[in-house]
């Protein structure tokens, strides 16, 4: 069982139609967002507890609930082949490969980067890497409810499999270049690596390009969370320029 915690991603839940078996709310609180959440789960036959705040601290595993935790089904992770029969339905798919990432509030992060920028899904590995926990539920603001999320055995061959499907594969890294300067409109999976350690040797062999953000101060890094946002955006720009032409 997973728990989804915090206002918004409960709301993010009922809307994407994921199965809520019950929900625990804070007593006294059931105005504004809280008293929605009820509504919902009155439309859809959701048992709501009402308990103290204090018991709501004991059950929390992120430490921000807002007075309400959701028990949900565990995530479903789409298999690639459902995830490249999604992206053949548009017509310059972007998907974001995460190579190790280890931070579930990175992985939050990026969840609800790639869903605001378009992106048709997330490709994660299925070992040394965090997967879809209720804490990167709770960073994702709600965005791991609606954009898929498919686990590989090997990210390598993902890419190899995305290349087949006609994409061209992007790493983010310190030796690329600007990524103002390169053409992400084409069909696109952009490839993010895991905190420190940067891009694996397998996933970067399989680029067909790198590109890095400019670093104009002293510290020589950015959070993967941030870099795979500013380069998904930038993709973002580029295609809104060209669909304006």
């Known amino acids: 069982m997973q728990q989804i915690e915090g206002r918004n991603p409960v709301i993010e839940a009922f809307r994407a139609g994921q199965t809520i078996n019950?929900?625990?709310?804070a007593k006294g609180e059931a105005r504004g967002p809280l008293g929605q959440i009820q509504r919902l789960a009155k439309e859809h036959n959701v048992p709501v507890q009402m308990v103290e705040r204090k018991v709501m601290d004991q059950y929390s595993e992120t430490g921000h609930h807002q007075g309400v935790i959701a028990q949900v089904s565990a995530v479903q992770y789409w298999e690639l082949k459902e995830l490249l029969a999604h992206g053949r339905t548009m017509?310059?798919?972007?998907?974001?490969?995460?190579?190790?990432i280890q931070d579930p509030h990175n992985l939050g992060s990026l969840l609800r980067s790639a869903e605001a920028a378009g992106a048709v899904g997330v490709i994660i590995p299925q070992r040394r890497a965090v997967?879809?926990?209720p804490v990167a539920a709770k960073a994702s603001a709600g965005a791991s409810s609606h954009i898929p999320v498919c686990r590989v055995p090997n990210i390598a061959r993902a890419l190899e499999t995305l290349k087949d499907?006609?994409?061209?594969?992007?790493?983010?890294?310190?030796?690329g270049d600007l990524c103002y300067d390169k053409d992400l409109t084409v069909p696109l999976a952009l490839v993010i690596g895991g905190e420190g350690r940067g891009l694996g040797h397998a996933a970067k062999k399989q680029c067909d390009f790198l590109v890095r953000v400019p670093m104009l101060g002293k510290v020589n890094s950015l959070n993967a969370s941030v870099a795979g946002a500013v380069v998904l955006f930038e993709v973002v720009r580029q295609r809104a320029i060209v669909g304006e032409q």
């Open 22 to 25: 019950k929900i625990m709310m």
């Open 91 to 100: 017509k310059q798919p972007l998907y974001l490969v995460l190579d190790g």
């Open 131 to 133: 997967g879809v926990t």
């Open 165 to 175: 499907e006609g994409c061209w594969v992007c790493g983010a890294d310190m030796e």
